[in-house]
């Protein structure tokens, strides 16, 4: 028998819900078919056999929820082998569809081994190996909690913070400590509801609890006066109205990040043991709000795309977002982020960084507001932007130039169409 575990498919999954099982026992499958559907805290993924084998038994049935990363969720007879996680496609994406990374990692064996420089075996998922990389750990120095021994996503992280392998048990302890500090603070059992975390939200709570407490931060808000934006943008969209494409504020706000970053590439950086990587293109994330939570889609490349591109692909992914459609390669990575809470009326605020991003933009409304322009009183259209920056990377003169430069474009589009 082989068993067939529940992947992990990001590097910060701990559990998923099993949505759909399309194969039955006594089946065979082939590499490369879909037997299940998995939905993570972000989206929902295909998983594909690697090797041929006959099902024997379902373990987990489908809709079952808070199945754990490495849980057995099924067997195969013989020499089957472990399944891999490939993206869903449910809807064609903005640009032509790249190569699938996991399949060109997906592991030949059924506990993927890598040899070290002794020669000696390593058996690791292919996410594991893949995290080891980045980080620059020796996978032989890391013990394995998976089958077998196998070094898991998990166990890598743990091994990057200094930790142990049971570093999910002792957040789920301290999350049984906060409840009942609500009892030991006055809170009356009884007067509250409490609310399960589900997968998104534990993320976001881990992933933003790190970043505030590790990264050393810094805010920077600027106001720009948007009057000749919101003129230009009319007459943009009187263009492509045709074409069906309408232009939002935030999108000349995306093309306008995209080229400051550009033009001040010293904020386009992200901060590494090792030194500072200086990207080569300035790759947008955009905050999208969802059920749960919020997810970051990412416009590649900004620096190189048209307002009216721009505006096709936020729509798309944004819509695709909230259905939770998108592929991992379509929100993880990103050079930078941008928060946008104006539509909510929020007038100013400061967002937490999205690690490894050197920072994160946060734009509030634009509003009428009274200000002086050659000594006389006038009013004018104002939108307050506020600049989170990494400060290991992105200092205040770094941080001061790109506003300059952002701000030079929202209050002229025409220097960011030339």
């Not at 506990?111 to 893949?130: C, D, N, Q, Y």
């Not at 070094?151 to 930790?163: F, M, Q, S």
């Not at 506003?403 to 929202?410: G, S």
Request: net charge neutral; proline share 6%; with cysteine.
């Amino acid at each position: 028998m082989t068993d067939i575990l529940m992947p992990a498919l990001s590097p910060t999954m701990e559990e998923g819900n099993l949505t759909k099982w399309h194969i039955k026992a006594g089946d065979t499958v082939s590499a490369g078919d879909v037997i299940a559907e998995i939905e993570t805290d972000k989206a929902t993924m295909e998983v594909e056999a690697v090797d041929e084998g006959e099902v024997a038994e379902i373990l987990v049935p489908e809709g079952t929820e808070g199945v754990k990363v490495n849980a057995v969720i099924a067997r195969l007879k013989g020499e089957g082998g472990l399944a891999v996680p490939a993206p869903k496609v449910e809807a064609a994406p903005a640009e032509p569809a790249k190569a699938k990374p996991v399949k060109a990692d997906a592991p030949k064996p059924a506990a993927a081994a890598s040899v070290g420089g002794s020669g000696e075996r390593v058996f690791a998922s292919p996410l594991a190996r893949r995290l080891a990389a980045q980080a620059g750990l020796d996978l032989k120095a890391i013990k394995g909690t998976g089958p077998k021994g196998r070094i898991v996503a998990t166990d890598v992280e743990a091994a990057g913070k200094g930790g142990g392998a049971k570093a999910p048990a002792t957040a789920a302890k301290g999350e049984a400590r906060q409840v009942q500090s609500l009892e030991q603070q006055g809170i009356k059992p009884g007067s509250y509801d409490l609310i399960p975390l589900d997968g998104m939200r534990k993320a976001i709570a881990r992933r933003l609890t790190d970043s505030f407490r590790d990264v050393p931060h810094f805010p920077l808000t600027i106001d720009c006066e948007i009057d000749g934006l919101l003129a230009a943008r009319a007459k943009v969209n009187a263009m492509l109205e045709s074409q069906g494409v309408k232009v939002s504020v935030n999108d000349f706000v995306m093309k306008a990040s995209a080229m400051a970053l550009k033009a001040v590439p010293e904020a386009n950086a992200s901060y590494t043991p090792e030194g500072i990587a200086m990207h080569h293109h300035a790759d947008v994330a955009m905050a999208v709000a969802i059920d749960g939570g919020l997810i970051t889609p990412i416009i590649f490349a900004a620096e190189t795309k048209s307002l009216s591109q721009i505006a096709t692909e936020s729509k798309d992914l944004a819509k695709r977002a909230r259905d939770r459609k998108l592929k991992p390669e379509e929100f993880q990575g990103g050079t930078f982020s941008v928060s946008n809470l104006g539509m909510f009326g929020i007038k100013t605020f400061a967002s937490i960084i999205n690690e490894p991003q050197g920072a994160i933009m946060s734009v509030g409304a634009g509003e009428q507001r009274p200000v002086v322009k050659n000594g006389q009183l006038a009013v004018a259209t104002v939108m307050s932007v506020t600049l989170t920056c990494d400060h290991r990377v992105v200092d205040g003169a770094i941080g001061a130039r790109f506003l300059q430069v952002f701000k030079a474009m929202i209050e002229d589009p025409v220097t960011m169409l030339a």
